[in-house]
C-alpha cells in the first residue's frame, strides 16, 4: 500500500529565499506525482505533475523532481515571495488518470515579508 | 486544464439531516469519480472510487450506508451524507478521472460541510 511522506510539516522563510520541500513514497510502481498547492479553506490547485518516465517538471519559479528509485520528489521553490505561502501536497497515483491519488500530509509554508 | 465543478461550496446543517453535494466533469465524460474527505490541518483521504453505472467501491472504515454515492451519468457524481452528525463536518472534494487527452484527474473547488 502506497504511503506518501512529507518533510517538512511547517516551514518559514524570509521573502527571497530558495527552498526545497520534500515527499517520499513507499512504492516505486507510481504511475505520476503531482505537486498541489490549497490555501486555507480552499480546494487544490495543481502545480507540476511529473510521468514515472520524467525526472523533472518546470513551471515559473517552481520546478519538481522525480527519482523513482529512492522513493523520493522534490520541489524546488525560487526567490518565494509572501503569495506563496500555503499548503503544498504531493499525492501518487498507481496505474493511471482512473486511479485514485494517494496525499501526503503537506507541508504548510509561510514567506514572510 | 479541464473543469470540475462542486455544488454546493458551503453547507451548514443540523443534526440529523441528509445533504446532498454534487460533482460535474464540465468538459470531459468522467468514467471515474473519486471522493476525498479533509479534516482540518490533516490531509486528503480517500472515502470512495465511484465507476459510472455501476456501485461506488467504499474505503475501509467508510460506511457506505451513510455516505450515498451515485455516478448516473459520465459528468455527474453526487455524494449524500445521510443522518449528518458533527463528527462529519469536514471538507468534501472530488476528482474526476479518465480524460483521455492528459490521464489524470481533475479536482474539484471542495465543499465545507458543518453539521451543528
Known amino acids: 500500500k502506497q504511503e506518501v511522506t512529507q518533510i517538512p510539516a511547517a516551514l518559514s522563510v524570509p521573502e527571497g529565499e530558495n527552498l526545497v520541500l520534500n515527499c517520499s513514497f513507499t512504492?516505486?510502481?507510481?504511475?505520476?506525482l503531482q505537486w498541489f498547492r490549497q490555501d486555507p479553506g480552499k480546494g487544490l490547485t495543481s502545480l507540476l505533475l511529473i510521468q514515472s518516465s520524467q525526472r523533472e517538471q518546470t513551471s515559473g519559479r517552481l520546478n519538481a523532481s522525480l527519482d523513482k528509485s529512492s522513493g523520493r520528489s522534490t520541489l524546488y521553490i525560487a526567490a518565494s515571495q509572501p503569495g506563496d505561502s500555503a499548503t503544498y501536497l504531493c499525492a501518487g497515483g498507481r496505474n493511471s488518470g482512473n486511479t485514485p491519488l494517494v496525499f501526503g500530509k503537506g507541508t504548510r509554508l509561510s514567506v514572510i515579508a | 486544464g479541464a473543469v470540475v465543478s462542486q455544488h454546493p461550496s458551503r453547507v451548514i446543517c443540523k443534526s440529523g439531516t441528509s445533504v446532498k453535494i454534487e460533482c460535474r466533469s464540465l468538459d470531459f465524460q468522467a468514467t471515474t469519480m473519486f471522493w476525498y474527505r479533509q479534516f482540518p490541518k490533516k490531509s486528503l483521504m480517500l472515502m470512495a472510487t465511484?465507476?459510472?453505472?455501476?456501485?461506488?467501491?467504499?474505503e475501509q472504515g467508510v460506511e457506505k450506508d451513510k455516505f450515498l454515492i451515485n455516478h448516473a451519468s459520465l459528468t455527474l457524481s453526487t455524494l449524500t451524507v445521510t443522518s449528518a452528525h458533527p463528527e462529519d463536518s469536514s471538507f468534501y472534494i472530488c476528482s474526476a478521472g479518465g480524460n483521455p487527452r492528459t490521464d489524470t484527474q481533475y479536482f474539484g473547488p471542495g465543499t465545507r460541510l458543518t453539521v451543528l
Open positions: 465511484s465507476n459510472e453505472g455501476s456501485k461506488a467501491t467504499y
Open positions: 512504492d516505486s510502481a507510481i504511475y505520476n
